[in-house]
């Protein structure tokens, strides 16, 4: 499955955004999907993931609350909506599919999109 995030940008403090993840291949229904960022000088860190069919969601502590995650299988799409951004938020932003399961802290995943750029000022 290729992967490809977009819906990045600039937006101040307490701001939203929504990225969105396109995914190409029939068995994207059947994957579980997640959200990944890293910051400057910073590790990959785990942020969201959705189980196949969006039943489950998982957060990373910092995000809960203010991001959510969904998908729509019909158009092979995931999304990551983020609300109250803080500066802490800047990063860019991955998306990431996993065969078996879904994306998580202590696994790589299968699958990595290209990377969007979030930047939230002060």
């Known amino acids: 499955v290729q992967l490809q995030a977009y819906g990045g940008g600039l937006v101040q403090a307490g701001g939203s955004l929504r990225l969105s993840c396109a995914a190409s291949g029939r068995t994207f229904s059947t994957y579980g999907m997640g959200w990944f960022r890293q910051a400057p000088g910073k590790e990959r860190e785990f942020v969201a993931a959705i189980t196949w069919n969006g039943g489950s969601t998982y957060y990373t502590d910092s995000v809960k609350g203010r991001f959510t995650i969904s998908r729509d299988n019909a158009k092979n799409m995931v999304y990551l909506q983020m609300s109250t951004l803080k500066p802490e938020d800047t990063a860019v932003y991955y998306c990431?599919?996993?065969?078996?399961?879904?994306?998580?802290?202590?696994?790589?995943?299968?699958?990595w999109g290209q990377g969007t750029q979030v930047t939230v000022s002060s």
């Open positions: 990431a599919a996993q065969r078996v399961g879904v994306p998580s802290p202590y696994l790589r995943p299968d699958y």
